[in-house]
């Protein structure tokens, strides 16, 4: 069983930056696909980024092209997302997810953190 905790989630001007980290708990994520997913209040859940196993493989959505950056330290069993130039849109609950497909999509996550908010001023 693996437990992710996410952080890092916060309120901050349009424009600014954060770093989302999940940190993984009961085993080893290493040989897992990661990836971030939000969900803005009365949007479904949508994809943001996912990184495979080794880090070779990257995908991100459209929307955050550009401006956001996963990247993972499996010594750490960490993943991270860099948000840069926020923006009101991006405004939504962000979660962590685990699976052992690539590339990973919400329907094939295997574990779930419990998300963290990040809110964008304007």
């Known amino acids: 069983q693996v437990q992710l905790v996410e952080s890092g989630g916060t309120l901050v001007q349009a424009g600014g930056s954060l770093r989302l980290s999940c940190a993984a708990s009961?085993?080893?994520?290493?040989?897992?696909?990661m990836g971030w997913f939000r969900q803005a209040p009365g949007k479904e859940r949508e994809f943001v980024a996912a990184?495979?196993?080794?880090?070779?493989?990257?995908h991100y959505a459209n929307s955050v092209k550009g401006r956001f950056t996963i990247s993972r330290v499996n010594a750490k069993n960490t993943v991270y997302l860099q948000v840069n130039s926020l923006k009101p849109e991006d405004t939504a609950v962000y979660y962590c997810?685990?699976?052992?497909?690539?590339?990973?999509?919400?329907?094939?996550?295997?574990?779930w953190g419990q998300g963290t908010q990040v809110t964008v001023s304007s």
């Open positions: 990184i495979s196993s080794s880090g070779g493989s990257i």
């Open positions: 009961g085993r080893t994520v290493s040989s897992y696909s």
């Open positions: 997810a685990a699976g052992r497909i690539w590339p990973l999509v919400a329907r094939a996550a295997e574990y």
